[in-house]
């Protein structure tokens, strides 16, 4: 697909504050995004250590936090190093150079790596009190070592390859996040010394399980390294063995694609290429490693010392997933089985006739997932339904919805899909759907060039008698069948013609390039989403000054913009009490005298990963109370969700689902005690107290009623607090 030019669009921003906060100093307005992400990791590690998760879980901790940072280092940090190397010196928003975050950065990854290696040391510890060994060089019994040489032979001998390091025989290429051994060997017939390298393919599990228990129902681990050092002898015959080494390395992981690119597709293909061989940004090496073999590392990948790690402990700590696996139901989670709506129950599953009757929102995961796809199902096989529309940011690896758009095309419906290829670390994924969603027979869009299609819509038109009706679905998440089942969000079904209409008009925008023109409901970026948010926080502002009642709530996964911030310090200056629940990254200041002493900020990291947007704003009446304004929103408060992607912002206006997204998801985020960190204005995140009556978000959703069913909210759930929100303005 040709890439087009983007249509010029000048966004409605409204006007500047009503009330301008105090002049300070960038580092005394804004926290530095890049220090505010790792504290964020932190609080993931924090999980580990937990003792209120069981074992297993929080092993999954220290791994997530360890393939988080990996992340963080292909892509924030090796921006930060491009950003040096080409001379750029623009500023962060606290203050700060790329050189000057890249040095602060550094420090606090080194801190974050060095504690994550001490948690690793007692979660074994821990583990081996539970008859779970990860083994180290120790000695085995002659049946294990026997197993072990088989399984050797069999599974590991085939497929690694040794490569010798010498003129005739190259360097070679080491894949992003590879692993690879490095050997110093001597030949016996004639003492010429030989170094020689054997890559670890991806496709190796990094743990092998050996045969057998250590006691009644134990396990015993040994890392795949350390399995091919044992069997060293058996690779190299005719050898003596030397000092060995491992080694991984990270790579700049981001793409760029040119903005005349003639062809999409095409030019993501190559990035995707040109990514595979980015530059080395990290090289972790094992603490003690050889000099000389050290040496040849830095010398071969071209890296300096700054981008060494030397890591005393396990080597990428993301494979400990693996572990996780191993069955000990009793060191895991309890099993948790999503609830089918009952609100689609009530209808014999026709969702059509379910949300014909009544607007819909669907909490997951503690809701079903299924109840989306079904959605999409039944407008496939449905004769009277004449064209889908649909968009796709993440969709995993096993898409129903993707099977569904494909159904619906080849059942003859006219469906249009619109697959993000800019979905990072998706992007191959998404290259694959696109292929076969086109030879179904769908429309596939690609979007803009330079812009993100991150809003999640879906729309069925439905010919009913003489008139057709429009069916939209919008949420906070992706349509990715995973996710859904560890990602907390919302899920808003709708047949109102106002949405409908909007939703069409939002396909245009992406698919046409057509600028929406006076939409009904919703809002979007990056045409008038921000503005809509500003007019709110101004009305909260003007409520406040007049003696009215005022307040905004937010949740969300991060807040970076300034602009956006600088509007909620001046709704503070105005006496706005402001609570705001942000899981990751937060540039806000709360509780500075004189500049944001009425917000208060929250981070929620428990057993799912907290993921909806919701806004709400008192309007001027006490809560709770009808009026409040509700919003879900595909979009976090972060500068390229609302000036350089496409968003949306839904109001909800029905009574029963506005109650239940204001009275209980939002409710239930301040309430919570046992999974919260509070931000204080100097950076420090605290856990909260639980109290004398703990409360527990997400234990809460899994054990009480369905939204979407006749349940009762929280304030009648037995032992839960009742959430008192602060009120301003008098």
């Not at 990270?250 to 990514?275: G, H, W």
């Amino acid at each position: 697909m040709a890439a087009r030019n983007l249509p010029v669009i000048e966004p409605r921003h409204a006007p500047g504050p009503m009330t301008t906060p105090p002049a300070l100093p960038p580092s005394a307005r804004y926290f530095n995004r890049e220090l505010s992400w790792l504290a964020f990791n932190r609080r993931v590690l924090e999980e580990a250590c937990n003792p209120r998760h069981p074992l297993l879980e929080r092993v999954r901790f220290l791994s997530i936090s360890g393939s988080n940072l990996d992340e963080f280092v292909m892509v924030r940090v090796a921006g930060l190093k491009g950003q040096v190397r080409r001379g750029i010196e623009e500023l962060s928003a606290d203050g700060l150079t790329p050189g000057q975050q890249l040095a602060a950065t550094g420090e606090e990854v080194d801190a974050l790596v060095a504690t994550q290696q001490a948690v690793w040391r007692d979660l074994q510890h821990a583990l081996s009190g539970q008859d779970i060994a990860i083994l180290g060089d120790q000695a085995l019994d002659a049946e294990c070592q026997a197993w072990l040489e088989r399984h050797f032979r069999e599974q590991i001998f085939p497929v690694i390859t040794p490569q010798a390091l010498d003129p005739a025989h190259p360097f070679p290429f080491v894949a992003n996040q590879g692993l690879g051994l490095l050997f110093s060997l001597t030949r016996l017939s004639d003492g010429v010394e030989v170094t020689e390298m054997i890559l670890l393919p991806a496709t190796l599990p990094r743990f092998v399980r050996l045969a057998g228990a250590h006691r009644e129902g134990g396990a015993r681990y040994l890392t795949v390294e350390q399995v091919v050092c044992r069997f060293a002898p058996l690779i190299f015959p005719g050898f003596r063995i030397g000092p060995s080494g491992l080694f991984r390395i990270l790579r700049d992981s981001d793409i760029e694609v040119e903005e005349e690119a003639e062809d999409l597709v095409r030019s993501f293909r190559s990035a995707i290429q040109r990514r595979r061989r980015g530059t080395v940004i990290r090289l972790e090496l094992e603490r003690g490693i050889d000099p000389d073999i050290e040496a040849l590392l830095l010398d071969q990948l071209d890296v300096s010392e700054a981008a060494v790690a030397r890591i005393d402990g396990l080597l990428g700590l993301n494979a400990l997933a693996a572990l996780v696996e191993e069955d000990r139901p009793d060191l895991r989670f309890e099993p948790f089985a999503p609830r089918l709506p009952e609100r689609i129950r009530e209808h014999d599953g026709d969702a059509f006739a379910a949300i014909r009757a009544k607007d819909i929102v669907v909490h997951h995961p503690y809701e079903s997932f299924e109840v989306v796809v079904d959605f999409l199902k039944q407008a496939a096989i449905d004769p009277d339904v004449v064209a889908v529309k649909q968009t796709l940011y993440r969709a995993g690896k096993q898409s129903a919805v993707i099977n569904a758009l494909i159904q619906a095309a080849e059942n003859g419906k006219s469906v249009t899909a619109v697959v993000e290829l800019k979905a990072r670390f998706d992007e191959e994924q998404n290259l694959m759907w696109a292929s076969q969603l086109e030879r179904a027979g769908v429309q596939v869009i690609y979007g803009f060039v330079d812009w993100k299609t991150h809003a999640k819509v879906s729309m069925v038109v439905r010919r009913e008698g003489t008139v057709f009706r429009t069916y939209c679905h919008f949420g906070t998440g992706n349509y990715h069948p995973v996710t859904a089942r560890i990602y907390t969000d919302l899920s808003f079904f709708t047949a109102d013609p106002r949405m409908g209409r909007d939703a069409a008009q939002l396909f245009n925008f992406v698919t046409g390039y057509v600028e929406p023109g006076e939409l009904n409901m919703l809002s979007v970026s990056p045409v008038d989403l921000r503005e809509t948010l500003y007019a709110r926080i101004d009305a909260e502002i003007a409520n406040a000054r007049d003696g009215r009642p005022s307040g905004i709530w937010a949740k969300m996964n991060a807040l970076t913009d300034p602009d956006l911030i600088d509007r909620l310090y001046a709704a503070s200056g105005a006496g706005v009490p402001i609570d705001l629940v942000v899981r990751s990254i937060c540039c806000l200041r709360p509780g500075v005298p004189g500049l944001s002493e009425t917000i208060r900020v929250r981070s929620i990291v428990g057993r799912f990963l907290e993921h909806s947007r919701i806004w709400a704003f008192a309007a001027g009446e006490p809560l709770p109370s009808p009026r409040a304004g509700v919003y879900i929103s595909s979009a976090d408060g972060m500068s390229r969700n609302l000036d350089r992607r496409v968003e949306h912002l839904v109001p909800i206006e029905n009574e029963t689902v506005h109650d239940q997204i204001l009275d209980q998801v939002m409710q239930a985020n301040l309430l919570d005690t046992e999974q919260s960190w509070a931000l204080d204005a100097d950076g420090r995140y605290t856990r909260v107290e639980p109290g004398e009556r703990p409360f527990n978000v997400h234990r809460y959703f899994m054990t009480n009623p369905s939204l979407s069913g006749r349940g009762a909210a929280i304030d009648g759930g037995a032992g839960v607090p009742k959430l008192s929100l602060r009120r301003g303005g008098g």
